[in-house]
């Protein structure tokens, strides 16, 4: 079964570093997204991304954030500054395509901890 | 409020028995999800629905369009499926997932 791989699995970062959290999707698919949940609460969408632009983002989704799809593989998002508050799990998924055919595939996550 | 609603938030159930899980959504949709996150954090997609019910083993899942309400039923329930199960609607032609908060089982032998 094709998977969605994450990197690092854990990540602790100082305040005010930048981060980067990296997935590969299933190489097939065509349509990414980021997600996080923080501790306790529901996942929440962060961004999608589609043919190398950005199709959707959420108001989480500032400016210290950004995507990157840098080699065809993988998949970047970037935290520039981070706080406190950046503190959480992050989801990437991808689909094959959009419309009620298509189903996402999640990765295992990455727990960011900011201290 | 919360555009998904589960029921209950927590779940505690033996060995053998038939649960459900209830989902509702206060908006138009066009599909609904029903996702099962692990206790170290992964999420694994378990239905898409858009109408109808849908089956894989001892997982069901159900939806009905015009009460805008979802169920997750699982039967001879196995310790195993312990886990949270989180409901999740996408939107028109929106690209994002809205999550509800999901249903934390557990299964005891």
């Known amino acids: 079964e094709p998977e969605v791989t994450q990197t690092p699995s854990h990540q602790v970062t100082q305040m005010g570093q930048e981060v980067i959290l990296r997935c590969v999707p299933i190489?097939?698919?065509?349509?990414f997204y980021w997600y996080r949940q923080i501790l306790g609460q529901k996942v929440e969408f962060l961004v999608s991304?589609?043919?190398?632009?950005?199709?959707?983002k959420s108001e989480i989704f500032d400016d210290q954030f950004s995507v990157e799809r840098p080699d065809g593989s993988n998949f970047t998002l970037k935290i520039r500054s981070t706080k406190l508050e950046d503190s959480a799990m992050y989801f990437c998924?991808?689909?094959?395509?959009?419309?009620?055919?298509?189903?996402?595939?999640f990765g295992s996550g990455t727990r960011l901890t900011v201290v | 409020k919360n555009e998904v609603e589960q029921s209950p938030q927590n779940l505690t159930a033996q060995e053998g028995e038939f649960i459900t899980i209830n989902c509702s959504y206060s908006v138009g949709i066009s599909a609904l999800h029903w996702l099962q996150q692990h206790p170290g954090g992964g999420i694994v997609s378990l239905f898409m629905?858009?109408?109808g019910k849908k089956k894989h083993g001892r997982l069901i899942a159900t939806i009905n369009i015009q009460e805008k309400h979802s169920s997750l039923h699982i039967t001879a329930s196995h310790p195993r499926d312990s886990a949270v199960y989180i409901c999740a609607v996408r939107r028109g032609v929106s690209e994002k997932l809205v999550f509800g908060k999901g249903t934390k089982l557990t299964v005891n032998p």
């Open positions: 190489s097939n698919h065509l349509y």
């Open positions: 998924a991808s689909r094959a395509g959009t419309g009620g055919d298509y189903g996402y595939t």
């Open positions: 991304f589609y043919n190398n632009e950005i199709s959707e």
């Open positions: 629905l858009s109408s």
